[in-house]
């Protein structure tokens, strides 16, 4: 399977080619996915990937750095089920609401310090999301839930290590081709790091914090059709929600 013009491998499509999944609903909770200043997934209906959506994932699923290493994050995985899933889950949940509320405190009165305490709890996350990877592989919505499953995300965007995020992405590629995660999850990995690899993005996700605007994105003349297709809504209304929340 090769990448359409539009998407990368691996990202499910809901309305054309190949691509095509059954569109089978998933609602996640209220809960959004920063790591950028822009409206994340919350109650809105997200389409998850069919099951035999996209076949040929795996080591094509998206441009891939790193093919060889992908493999050791999570390679030996001890599926997560019953009361572990129940504790990394809640882990991943306190841990969101910790980088949340620090980088709320920062944001309302910026200092040195406090700046310095929102690295430190986006270093410490990243760390601990390491590990429930490598142990359990990336935690899915199938797995911990849409609440966490959505914190490792955010985890994930906030982490300061390229590599991690990229070995991530893979792993959450490979989850919505089987449909165990969201569309949009994909989405917003792939452009969070097509952004730090000086490449356009895909779906918008990603805004300059300086312009307000979102970087550069491939073949925008189709960019809101992209978004529907993983669930997210057109451009400019994300761009009214950024502008009416200051």
Known sequence: ????????????TTSRGPDASDGSPA??????????????????????????????????????????TVPAVGQDAAPL????????????????????????????APTAERRRSVARCRRDNAEALAVIVRLHGWPTVEAVGGAASTAALMILLHAPDLG???RCRDLIA?????????????????????VELGEPQFYGT?????????????????????????????????????RAHG
Request: glycine share 6%; hydrophobic share 40%; with cysteine.
């Open 164 to 166: 991690f995020r990229m």
């Open 27 to 68: 609602v996640l909770p209220a809960r959004a996915v920063p790591g950028t200043p822009v409206t994340g997934p919350t109650e809105a209906t997200v389409p998850l990937a069919g099951r035999d959506a996209v076949s040929a994932v795996g080591r094509d699923a998206v441009p891939l750095a790193e093919r060889d």
């Open 81 to 108: 089920v019953g009361e572990a899933a129940s504790l990394v889950a809640a882990e991943l949940v306190r841990r969101a609401d910790a980088d949340r509320e620090s980088t709320r405190e920062a944001g309302a």
């Open 174 to 194: 490979q989850a919505t081709a089987d449909g165990r995660c969201p569309a949009v999850h994909l989405a917003y990995i792939v452009d969070h790091c097509a």
């Open 206 to 242: 990603r805004i300059n914090p300086v312009t307000l605007r979102p970087y550069p994105v491939r073949r925008p003349q189709t960019l809101d059709e992209r978004r529907r297709d993983v669930g997210l809504g057109p451009l400019e209304e994300q761009m009214r929600a950024l």
């Open 1 to 12: 399977m090769t990448a359409s013009p539009d998407h990368p491998v691996g990202t499910p």
